[in-house]
């Protein structure tokens, strides 16, 4: 008797055993850590309008919300688009869109400051996640998330910044 097995089974199978990736798994951070070691204090955004300096800021300043901080008030588009834009985003591993909209509490306005305390302060953050406790999260724009969807989000959120410098 021949044994026939069924390609959309192999399929299926294949797409349950990709794992996103996420910043609670302890290489994905390091990597993460590693590229950011890398980043050229001098180098230019591939997309968009932020600087070296500007794009740290912003992503330490999206890691204080991540990581219970600081609490931003839910964005009135966000109750109506925000589950259906979290699932997009990470319904696969493909990067973040180029250009993605953020809130103004995220932007930032000083073109120039410590750029090695930067990406201390950014490295700290994310070493934090290794303790990361919290069950749900309530993100600005999203609304409720999971931890689960809190790592993958933290991740496809630092690998966009980084891809956006060549790091």
């Not at 000083?110 to 934090?128: F, P, R, V």
């Given at each position: ?76 588009l ?8 979290l699932k ?21 306005a ?19 996640y ?8 309530t ?29």
């Open positions: 008797m021949a044994f026939v097995i069924n390609p959309y089974a192999l399929l299926l199978i294949d797409i349950i055993s990709k794992k996103m990736k996420t910043i609670f798994d302890k290489e994905t951070r390091q990597s993460i850590i590693n590229r950011i070691n890398n980043i050229d204090e001098n180098g230019v955004a591939n997309w968009g309008t932020m600087n070296v300096y500007q794009m740290l800021k912003h992503c330490n300043l999206a890691e204080d919300l991540y990581l219970g901080n600081v609490k931003h008030k839910r964005f009135f966000g109750y109506i688009l925000g589950r259906w834009a997009g985003l990470l319904k696969d591993e493909d990067p973040m869109r180029r250009n993605a909209p953020t809130s103004d509490k995220f932007k930032v000083e073109l120039s400051g410590d750029i090695a305390a930067e990406k201390q302060q950014w490295i700290t953050n994310l070493e934090k290794a303790n990361y406790d919290q069950p749900y999260f993100h600005w724009f999203f609304g409720k998330m999971t931890k689960e969807q809190i790592g993958q989000l933290v991740y496809k959120h630092a690998d966009h910044h980084l891809r956006q410098f060549g790091a």
